[in-house]
């Protein structure tokens, strides 16, 4: 099954940048879609943005205007370019990938914080 390795998180001050990564690996089915979701502790993990093998995006309510989701098939690898970063959006990041089977596969999250 699919394995999933994030980067690319880190500390950053309110109105900066990131870009998170996700890479691909022990590919057996091809990748419908790949998504990141978030997730503070105590809470829901919730649905950041995600990305179809046809590059159809969706993205949550509060990242639109700010957040951007691309994926590099040649790189098995998903990115999430995040700008104007504010502290709400410090969390846990999770790359997630549905294969052609409908299995999900999870990465072991990033840690984002964004501090005021």
């Known amino acids: 099954q699919v394995q999933l390795v994030e980067s690319g998180g880190g500390l950053v001050q309110t109105g900066g940048s990131l870009r998170l990564s996700c890479v691909a690996s022990?590919?057996?089915?091809?990748?419908?879609?790949m998504n990141w979701y978030r997730q503070a502790p105590g809470k829901q993990r919730e649905f950041v943005a995600g990305?179809?093998?046809?590059?159809?995006?969706n993205y949550a309510d509060s990242v639109k205007g700010r957040f951007t989701i691309s994926r590099d098939n040649a790189k098995n690898t998903v990115y999430l370019q995040m700008n104007s970063l504010k502290p709400e959006d410090t969390d846990v990041y999770y790359c997630?990938?549905?294969?052609?089977?409908?299995?999900?596969?999870w990465g072991r999250g990033i840690q984002v914080t964004v501090s005021s």
């Open positions: 997630n990938a549905e294969d052609a089977l409908f299995r999900n596969t």
């Open positions: 022990e590919i057996t089915e091809p990748i419908n879609v």
């Open positions: 990305i179809t093998a046809g590059d159809t995006t």
